[in-house]
């Protein structure tokens, strides 16, 4: 059996020329041509549009996008989403709502087929909100404080779109950092990848800045 896949954490503003680098990367390491969009977070907000914003930029790679009608709790017990998240070998969370993806997510079957498709070898992508909750603490939108996440990285949590967040919200999130966690924050179009040997790399324009309480917050470039 293979090990586990690898993961990206992306700042926001996915599916854009300035994330082809990571997306091309991101498609080699899954070595397959088909990728599952997840868009829950986008319930909200046109998830359509957010589909179709996907398929195009993947077809430009030479991949396959379909999304999964995952927009409710409903959705995510349903019997063919979780059998399609069991095979899949790329899947793609979308930015929008990281408190509504966390309560569709959170104990479903859906997650568990995630989790069971990742430890074959999948790789997952989550984007801004997505890669908010995928973390355990995550920082909670409504004022920068932290709350449970999924947990499928652990005391890890991510501050996206850092450069271009409000001065009160990152200090916010700074300031109330767990002792025993690392706080990143990532740049829109940037991104840290856990690899299969589980060692980070930071890809994109921007750059992953490190907080670590007590201690002086480390930018790192990418590579």
Known sequence: ???????????????????????????????????????????????????????????????????????????????????????ARFVYLADGSPLHLRSVLKGSALFEALLYAHGRGAVIAASGAGATVVCDPMVDPRGGAYTVGLGIVGNLAVFPDHAGAADHRRERSIELQPADSVLVGLDEHTAIVREESGEWSVIGPGNATVYRVGGTPQMLAPG
């Open 1 to 87: 059996m293979k090990k586990t896949g690898a993961i990206a954490l992306l700042g926001g503003g996915e599916w854009t020329e300035p994330c082809r680098a990571l997306d091309s990367r991101l498609l080699h390491r899954a070595e397959a041509d088909d990728v599952v969009i997840v868009p829950t977070a986008a319930a909200f907000e046109q998830p359509d549009l957010a589909v179709e914003r996907a398929v195009t930029w993947f077809a430009q790679l030479g991949a396959r996008a379909q999304g999964l009608p995952v927009l409710n709790r409903r959705d995510a017990e349903a019997d063919e989403n979780v059998a399609a998240m069991r095979v």
